[in-house]
């Protein structure tokens, strides 16, 4: 490379050239990191901030599979890495790795989402930590496997049959991956509840500067398992929580079934009676709802009020960070708030939606996050919607602002 | 492993207060019974058995068995069940599945099982039928069989699940009968003696939607003369007088023989479960399709050469280990190339 610029500098072979400052970044040791990179690294951190061993089941796919490839490489960290004869055996030998005590993980895109669908039912029926991660994709079907999209929002929302919430976090940039992984783990052991982590084909392999954490600022949330047989129900909740205990076989004394039928709360005996029924259905979905208690609420960048909130998720951030940064020099009044938390969704966020003119919501897709929270909070919001395989343009994004603000 | 401290362990032990689902007169009555009576004496904790299961009428079973039990989704207990041996290596994992369960949607999960010699009894509950959905034809049906949803008759060929498993080269595979409780308790004892993936095909009747099934075998007088039981170190003898056998043939195949006229036990082929091909075993797996043959049940083969497959994932961690150390977080975070950049 130096070469190369010696050459030039001496033959004049440029008549301009272009100085660019360093970026400002905060202070600190950093690396370059991958999406798909960031949330390997950030499960082994969960593994032993949890105390728990770490085992994935997935299946080779694109763009998921560098996952597999990294933790398969973690051995010296007692990973278990475990290649399914398929995707279906990639979910189901997780759900056993979690039954057994393990923090378990299964990596994927959008195809093999489709295919552990009717094992997510379980995992929520049976009430067990479990992280799914869906590295989206161009679908339908097979679609355009290299390149990225973001339309599997409401697959992971409602792709199960019956009503089976399960809480979706959706990182915003590579390294944000990491902290998608720490949290999503965090999540699934508290509340013992499969998390679905949506990344994208944009994110998993693009890299950027990532400030390395001291790992003792990362709070530890190591797991207690249930051991007292003393009147020990598998079904009994944490009042605050509403998870049920965790109580691995091996444990004397707390001998157990679990399983997908509809059961009875507490007892966990199985229980068709529909008032039981109803009273589970409405158990399971609160138990989600209740994590927003760990979510913060959520604050735009830009202004707090004004002509326009863009509300948006998922790799979509850097290019309207920069749109509405060159629009508001401009003098527009423009918020972005940016969900991480897509299940449930921050407190807050209907006050904050109330807060601006119009609400727009550029996404990779036909609608999705557009169709949420026009549903959820009767708002008229408007999308922008770009299902090319590619990234939003800051072009496209400010020529839609514009047209909003004017 | 057995402590000194175990505790003496009865079959009630292993009863559980829920009502039995299965109907009057069903076939797994007397495998739960015989299931019931064999664990006690395994030497095994309670605490450290775990029964998973599918589903069908067959995957009922784990909600009878007060131990650990995962009730699962259609055809996938195997791939539940290497889960979790792959993280507790130390428990006694049992599967209780079915013909439709193993052989259609969890086929797959199956043979990749068997593949990898995964640490598990298999249970696999063959009636013939499709019970809980209340009588279709299923992957072990005969041909012509006419069921719910093949009223004109069925078309396809079944499956043979012993012939299946040797096929995957599953190192432990036998076959008992749901009526032959004193044989199903013995089988099961080698099952579970066996280190590695034990499959263990156990002739079911479904007296409401396929009665009958297995008359041809245990009807009274069926059993002497169209069943042979196999034994390790015996030879192939079988017939209400014994007076029948299996010889091999100048080109490696097999036939039966009637003992008499110069011919004797010493003519006959003797039963090896541990050979390490599975070839023999295939062999003798087929004999109930051939015209004149009898059914084998037994221990076909039982070859614990393999390793299984939760200690070879655990022993390769440990081998890493031994190598490189335990892991070291904060380097993991720093690796690649890093660069500081420094308050201004």
């Not at chain 1, 490489?73 to 056993?96: H, L």
């Not at chain 1, 990491?178 to 084909?201: H, N, Q, T």
């Not at chain 1, 249930?226 to 965790?246: E, I």
């Amino acid at each position: 490379m130096k070469a190369g610029y010696s050459y030039c500098e001496a033959t004049e072979a440029f008549q301009i050239s272009y100085e660019i400052p360093p970026a400002q970044l905060e202070p600190g040791l950093y690396r370059n990191m991958s999406g798909n990179q960031a949330l390997a690294l950030g499960f082994v951190t969960a593994s032993q901030k949890s105390g728990l061993k770490l085992f994935q089941g997935s299946y080779p796919i694109t763009p998921a599979s560098d996952i597999l490839h990294e933790l398969s490489q973690y051995k010296d960290f007692g990973v278990i890495t475990f290649q399914a004869e398929d995707e279906i055996a990639a979910i189901t030998s997780s759900i056993g790795a979690a039954y057994a005590g393990a923090l378990a993980i299964t990596t994927t895109s959008g195809p093999g989402m489709a295919l552990k669908t009717e094992a997510l039912g379980l995992a929520v029926a049976v009430e067990i930590p479990l992280v799914i991660c869906d590295i989206q994709r161009g679908g339908p079907s097979t679609g355009l496997p290299t390149k990225t999209e973001q339309a599997d929002l409401l697959q992971a929302l409602f792709g199960r049959n019956s009503e089976a919430p399960i809480p979706i976090i959706a990182p915003a940039t590579p390294s944000d991956c990491f902290w998608a992984a720490v949290e999503a783990s965090r999540i699934a052991v508290k509340y013992m509840v499969p998390v679905i982590i949506l990344s994208d084909g944009y994110l998993a392999n693009g890299a950027e500067p990532w400030r390395i954490p001291d790992l003792d600022s990362i709070p530890d949330f190591k797991v207690k398992f249930a051991t007292d047989p003393v009147d020990f129900k598998p079904y009994r909740r944490n009042p605050d929580t509403l998870a049920r205990p965790w109580a691995v076989p091996g444990t004397p004394g707390l001998e157990h079934r679990i399983g997908g039928l509809e059961k009875q709360d507490v007892t966990g005996n199985i229980n068709y009676e529909p008032l039981n029924h109803e009273n589970m259905v409405r158990i399971r979905a609160a138990k989600v709802e209740a994590i927003v208690q760990d979510i913060p609420d959520i604050v735009p960048a830009g202004d707090p009020d004004g002509d326009l909130l863009i509300v948006a998720w998922g790799s979509t951030h850097g290019a309207i960070t920069a749109a509405v940064k060159a629009q508001r020099e401009l003098g527009h009044r423009i918020g972005h708030a940016h969900l991480r938390n897509l299940n449930p969704l921050p407190a807050n966020l209907g006050e904050v939606l109330k807060r601006y003119k119009t609400v727009l919501v550029p996404e990779l897709n036909m609608g999705q996050l557009l169709w949420v929270l026009r549903a959820k909070y009767l708002v008229n919001a408007i999308g922008l919607n770009k299902i090319q395989g590619r990234p939003f343009k800051q072009s496209e994004l400010e020529q839609k602002i514009a047209e909003l603000v004017s | 492993m057995t402590t000194a401290t175990l505790p003496v362990l009865t079959k009630k032990d292993f009863q559980t207060d829920q009502e039995i689902r299965w109907c009057p007169g069903c076939g797994d009555y007397a495998i739960l019974a015989a299931v019931q009576a064999v664990f006690p004496d395994l030497g095994i904790k309670r605490e450290n058995f775990v029964v998973v299961s599918g589903i069908g009428c067959s995957s009922r079973f784990p909600y009878y068995m007060n131990t650990f039990g995962f009730h699962t989704i259609h055809g996938r207990a195997p791939a539940v069940a290497t889960g979790i041996k792959a993280i507790r290596p130390d428990l006694e994992v049992w599967v209780a599945t079915g013909d439709g369960d193993a052989l259609s949607i969890g086929g797959n999960h199956t043979i990749h099982m068997l593949r990898r010699n995964v640490g598990l009894k298999v249970l696999l509950f063959n009636n013939r039928i499709y019970g809980l959905t209340k009588g279709q034809y299923s992957p072990t049906s005969e041909i012509g069989k006419k069921a719910k949803s093949t009223p004109y008759g069925s078309l396809d060929r079944p499956f043979n699940p012993i012939s299946l498993a040797i096929g995957a080269e599953a190192t432990f595979v036998a076959r008992s009968v749901d009526v032959f409780q004193s044989h199903l308790k013995d089988t099961l004892k080698h099952a579970a003696a066996h280190k590695g993936s034990a499959f263990v095909e156990i002739l079911q009747n479904c007296n409401i939607f396929n009665d009958g099934a297995w008359t041809g075998i245990t009807e009274k007088d069926a059993r002497s003369e169209h069943v042979i039981q196999l034994e390790h170190g015996k030879p192939l003898v079988f017939g209400k007088n014994r007076d029948k056998g299996i010889r091999r043939k100048s080109d490696g195949d097999i036939e039966v023989i009637q003992l008499g006229n110069g011919i004797t036990e010493s003519d006959l082929v003797i039963h090896d479960a541990h050979h390490p091909r599975p070839s023999y075993a295939f062999l003798l797996s087929h004999m109930e399709h051939r015209e004149g043959f009898p059914t084998p049940i037994g221990v076909l083969r039982a070859w614990d050469d393999l390793p299984r497959y939760e200690d070879v994932i655990n022993q390769q961690i440990r081998d890493v280990q031994a190598k490189r150390g335990t892991g070291d977080l904060a380097k993991l975070l720093r690796g690649g190339d890093t660069w500081r950049v420094e308050a201004r």
